[in-house]
Antibody, heavy 121, light 110 residues
Framework: EVELVESGGGLVKPGGSLRLSCAASGFTFSSYSMNWVRQAPGKGLEWVSSISSSGSYIYYADSVKGRFTISRDNVKNSLDLQMNSLRVEDTAVYYC??????????????WGQGTLVTVSS | QSALTQPASVSGSPGQSITISCTGTSSDVGGHDYVSWYQQHPGKAPKLMIYDVSNRPSGVSNRFSGSKSANTASLTISGLRAEDEADYYCSSYTSSSTFVFGGGTKLTVL
């Protein structure tokens, strides 16, 4: 059974840093592109970042470019999101999601339960 | 990366059909056949309902269908059921190799 479990969320002050992790199991992790998607409280979904199966191709939303770094470890079956220079507007539930059929463009077919990041002084 | 445009809300009675539109530009919806649709119930993670404009993942009811014309994609739900009441989001791949979501549509089953 495919499972994605996020961790690392919490309360952080503006300007601070946080590292999110996503542990994957139940599928061949190294064959799938992965994504981070966030959802601010009471708001819609926002794509944050994508990484190809090998880690060679990485993309970011303009809103996080230069502050967030996505990475993966295909041996440990894990996906990370390093978040620096956090802003109040980064407050959201962050979801780790698997690309359907391994193709980044084909939507996300499995999602974690999400981890809440709160940026507040 | 402006969000795709969706109606804030739609409603329908059980058994009826409804359509949710998702309007973008030639750089996203109109330029690629990579539109996805998600269903999200309160407090839950999104669920993929449609990918590549009109394809259904295994296990998704055939009451859900997708289409696209120019810069507008559409999700149609036929034979509405109470359990279809949820938020629906469209998403598109863009010419910048990024992704953009719509603002979401709240579906109410009357």
């Amino acid at each position: 059974e495919v499972e994605l479990v996020e961790s690392g969320g919490g309360l952080v002050k503006p300007g601070g840093s946080l590292r999110l992790s996503c542990a994957a199991s139940g599928f061949t992790f190294s064959s799938y592109s992965m994504n981070w998607v966030r959802q601010a409280p009471g708001k819609g979904l926002e794509w944050v970042s994508s990484i190809s199966s090998s880690g060679s191709y990485i993309y970011y939303a303009d809103s996080v470019k230069g502050r967030f770094t996505i990475s993966r470890d295909n041996v440990k079956n894990s996906l990370d999101l390093q978040m620096n220079s956090l802003r109040v507007e980064d407050t959201a539930v962050y979801y780790c999601a698997r690309a359907h059929e391994g193709r980044a463009v084909a939507g996300n077919d499995y999602w974690g339960q999400g981890t809440l990041v709160t940026v507040s002084s | 990366q402006s969000a795709l445009t969706q109606p804030a809300s739609v409603s329908g009675s059980p058994g009826q059909s409804i359509t949710i539109s998702c309007t973008g530009t030639s750089s996203d919806v109109g330029g690629h056949d990579y539109v996805s649709w998600y269903q999200q119930h309160p407090g839950k993670a999104p669920k993929l309902m449609i990918y590549d404009v009109s394809n259904r993942p295994s296990g998704v009811s055939n009451r859900f269908s997708g289409s696209k014309s120019a810069n507008t994609a559409s999700l149609t739900i036929s034979g509405l059921r109470a359990e279809d009441e949820a938020d629906y989001y469209c998403s598109s791949y863009t010419s910048s190799s990024t992704f953009v979501f719509g603002g979401g549509t709240k579906l109410t089953v009357l």
